[in-house]
């Protein structure tokens, strides 16, 4: 898209040249879209900068709907992404006030889409990088290797660790729970390049 001020903050080589768009919001199978385009999902407890990393990885600052309230999102969001993917943001899991009941319809309705979405090829495990893995997302990530659902574990928010000390801390911590998780930082663009090679690499030939 064009007059885009979010590009305008990222180096060149980082802000790819990607067209993309608002699809829907769904609130259950019945309003996916059809499934014409390979999906990689987004995942994430709740805030932890799912929508942030959405925008950072299409150069646009305002596509995906970010927040400071965490838990409103409850629909899966869909974005077209350069004609060639549709990008989806789940709903963040682990927010402790969101009561228990629409707690377990969320978990029904991720996990329907990630067992069931035919054109479902990678998920994108999202972690904090300040606080690393938390016992829900581990939790899902079980879950992802139970159901053989290829996924990568990107940690955002690099650039929140402000020293030496607290980065390897953040790495000894994210480690323990993936072997190489990806490095990134919405607000610097940090890492974006990467991701995207990675993405590119997973699509199953069609
Ligand atoms: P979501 O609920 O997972 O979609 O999280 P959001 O993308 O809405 O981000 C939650 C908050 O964290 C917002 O205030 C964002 O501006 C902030 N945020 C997200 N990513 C980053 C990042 O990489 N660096 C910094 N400093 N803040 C971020």
């Known amino acids: 898209m064009s007059g885009n001020p979010f590009r305008k903050r990222l180096p060149a080589a980082v802000a790819p040249k990607v067209v993309s768009e608002y699809l829907l ?11 014409e385009h390979p999906e990689i999902a987004f995942l994430g407890r709740s805030n932890v900068g799912k929508s942030s990393l959405i925008n950072a990885l299409v150069g ?11 838990g409103c999102t409850q629909a899966l ?6 004609s060639l993917y549709n990008f989806v943001d789940l709903p963040g899991y682990g927010y402790a006030r969101v009561p228990e009941e629409i707690r377990i319809e969320w ?20 972690l904090d990088a300040r606080r690393g893995w938390m016992e829900p997302d581990l939790e ?12 990568l574990v990107v940690a955002t928010k690099m650039d929140k660790l402000k020293n030496q000390s607290q980065r390897q801390q953040s790495l000894i911590n994210l480690r323990t729970g993936a072997d190489d998780p990806m490095l990134c930082s919405a607000a610097t663009g940090r890492g974006v390049r990467e991701i995207w090679q990675a993405i590119t690499k997973t699509r199953r030939p069609r």
């Open 107 to 126: 978990k029904k309705l991720i996990e329907s889409y990630l067992l069931e979405r035919k054109a479902l090829e990678l998920s994108v495990l999202v």
């Open 25 to 35: 919001s769904a609130s259950g199978p019945e309003q996916f879209p059809k499934e």
């Open 77 to 82: 969001n869909f974005y077209r992404v350069d």
């Open 60 to 70: 646009q600052k305002k596509l995906a709907f970010t927040s400071n309230k965490p």
């Open 140 to 151: 899902l990530k079980r879950w992802l290797e139970a159901h053989r659902r290829p996924y």
